[in-house]
């Protein structure tokens, strides 16, 4: 059982928006930055999103991040096929002293 | 741009111990902070430690007991020995590069298979 909770999976046409939610406590999400990850098959982890809402250099502006209390939100637009991946966010927990990871989230475009 | 490989067998028995190194290239293990994370198959993500030249260092509280992290500045390279192997630490195993609170910078993972 992940801190983070995420909905296992999404899915949405090409072109269209997804929303990919995390949920989690005063501990983690509300008092600490969040990114999110895509993680394509077979390879590792990249990073998308920090510090609820920044995007590194290189990623697109389709990618967007917002936090409201203890939930954070990844945002992509204009769907791909090749945006199909799994989805984790994560934070550190100041209670546990851990970085946790939510279960991710599989996307599929439809 | 750094680039992180991890290192180590794929195939270790139960009971023993796990040790993996991960090489830094593009960048300085000086700077940062370095971490472990693993995957088993079909699975999230695990956060299993994080370590830095500044002497900070922090582990999952559920393996803390079992983990040992360490840094070598002249080889450029830091490892992860982790002990009492059972079953459910097969994983792939990666090494990432975080800057403050972001996982910016990842190796390509290492399957490890714990049987006898």
């Known amino acids: 059982q992940s801190v983070l909770t995420q909905p296992p999976s999404v899915s949405a046409a090409p072109g269209q928006r997804v929303t990919i939610s995390c949920s989690g406590s005063?501990?983690?999400?509300?008092?600490?930055?969040v990114s999110w990850y895509q993680q394509l098959p077979g390879t590792a982890p990249k990073l998308l999103i920090y510090?609820?809402?920044k995007r590194p250099s290189g990623i697109s502006d389709r990618f967007s991040g917002s936090k409201s209390g203890t939930s954070a939100t990844l945002g992509i637009t204009g769907l791909q096929t090749g945006d199909e991946a799994d989805y984790y966010c994560g934070t550190w927990d100041t209670s546990l002293s851990a970085v946790v990871f939510g279960g991710g989230t599989k996307l599929a475009v439809l | 741009q750094v680039q992180l490989q991890e290192s180590g067998p794929g195939l270790v028995k139960p009971s023993e111990t796990l040790s993996l190194t991960c090489t830094v290239s593009?960048?300085?293990?000086?700077?940062?902070?370095w971490n472990w994370v693993r995957q088993p198959a079909g699975k999230g993500l695990e956060w299993i430690g994080r370590l830095s030249t500044s002497g900070y260092s922090g582990n999952s509280p559920s393996l803390k007991s079992r983990v040992t992290m360490s840094i070598d500045k002249s080889k450029n390279q830091f490892s992860l020995n982790l002990k009492s192997l059972t079953a459910a630490d097969t994983a792939v195993y990666f090494c990432?590069?975080?800057?403050?609170?972001?996982?910016?910078?990842w190796g390509q993972g290492i399957l490890v298979t714990v049987s006898s």
């Open positions: 593009g960048g300085s293990v000086s700077n940062d902070d």
């Open positions: 005063t501990s983690n999400i509300g008092s600490n930055y």
């Open positions: 990432a590069r975080s800057s403050g609170s972001k996982h910016d910078s």
């Open positions: 510090e609820h809402n």
